[in-house]
T-cell receptor, first 114, second 115 residues
Framework: DAGITQSPRHKVTETGTPVTLRCHQTENHRYMYWYRQDPGHGLRLIHYSYGVKDTDKGEVSDGYSVSRSKTEDFLLTLESATSSQTSVYFC?????????????FGQGTRLTVV | AQSVTQPDIHITVSEGASLELRCNYSYGATPYLFWYVQSPGQGLQLLLKYFSGDTLVQGIKGFEAEFKRSQSSFNLRKPSVHWSDAAEYFCAVGDGGGSNYKLTFGKGTLLTVNP
């Protein structure tokens, strides 16, 4: 299995509080992604990174920010959590050879905003 | 922008029966296609991938998929389903050159296996 660790694995937080989720990889892959998974929606891309300090938005980026100060760590921050951000969050990594590669996924973080 | 459609939200099959899960994609160039499986409470595991060449690709756990460019499809098949195959299955397309490489996923097909 690819070395991807997400923390925490479960979190309950209150509306309006900041939350940071961490993804740590030991594979030295250049690309890292944050997806959210919701019933009926599959996986939707929030943000991704293609190198240290290089990030870009995905299709559902509103209300989220990311940072990548080291190759191995990719942080997802909810500045002020809302109930609509209750979801399961997955980190993924990839090392495209040219323009193609599969992604490897972490075990997910279940976030509940009450 | 690319998109992936999985027409079947939920499929039920009997153990030992054959299986086909459908996937259609929308993409302007040569697609890079993937099937992933997710067991309850777990992350996603890659079943197989198509980049180029032979349009019939073999994956893990006895799965195969066939790329049909004329139909924009990449259907997943298994000749005989086992109870342990019950899971959710996701089709995905990889896209973007340079710094924009990312995977876009379908909404998934939940597979139930009856004894």
């Amino acid at each position: 299995d690819a070395g991807i660790t997400q923390s925490p694995r479960h979190k309950v937080t209150e509306t309006g509080t900041p939350v940071t989720l961490r993804c740590h990889q030991t594979e030295n892959h250049r690309y890292m992604y944050w997806y959210r998974q919701d019933p009926g929606h599959g996986l939707r891309l929030i943000h991704y990174s293609y190198g240290v300090k290089d990030t870009d938005k995905g299709e559902v980026s509103d209300g989220y920010s990311v940072s990548r100060s080291k190759t191995e760590d990719f942080l997802l921050t909810l500045e002020s959590a809302t109930s609509s951000q209750t979801s399961v969050y997955f980190c993924a990594i990839s090392e495209p050879a040219g323009v193609k590669a599969e992604a490897f996924f972490g075990q997910g973080t279940r976030l509940t905003v009450v | 922008a690319q998109s992936v459609t999985q027409p079947d939200i939920h499929i039920t099959v009997s153990e030992g029966a054959s299986l086909e899960l459908r996937c259609n994609y929308s993409y302007g160039a040569t697609p890079y296609l993937f099937w992933y499986v997710q067991s309850p409470g777990q992350g996603l595991q890659l079943l197989l991938k198509y980049f180029s060449g032979d349009t019939l690709v073999q994956g893990i756990k006895g799965f195969e998929a066939e790329f049909k460019r004329s139909q924009s499809s990449f259907n997943l098949r298994k000749p005989s389903v086992h109870w342990s195959d019950a899971a959710e299955y996701f089709c995905a397309v990889g896209d973007g050159g340079g710094s924009n490489y990312k995977l876009t996923f379908g909404k998934g097909t939940l597979l139930t296996v009856n004894p």
